[in-house]
């Protein structure tokens, strides 16, 4: 779940909670785009707090784990100039 959908490009603080029972991780990429940003896979109740550099676009976020993008765990968010 996102906090924003919309957020300006730049610096970016980005939390990832794993609010679960299983593990999981985070892709992120903006559309037409081959380079995704990666935060490692994180356990029950583990977070991840980082920067990423966003230029504007629409960005897929994802869990890559099998099944968990069919399951829901998947979002999109508008970054602008």
Do not use: F, N
Not at 22 to 48: G, K, M, N, Y
């Amino acid at each position: 779940m996102l906090s924003r959908g919309t957020v300006r490009a730049g610096a970016i603080s980005l939390e990832a909670l794993d609010r679960g029972m299983d593990p999981h991780d985070l892709r992120l990429r903006r559309i037409a785009s081959r380079r995704e940003i990666v935060v490692p896979q994180l356990t029950p109740r583990e977070r991840w707090d980082g920067v990423v550099h966003l230029a504007p676009g629409v960005y897929d976020l994802w869990c890559s784990l099998p099944e968990h993008a069919k399951l829901g765990m998947h979002a999109m968010l508008r970054v602008v100039g």
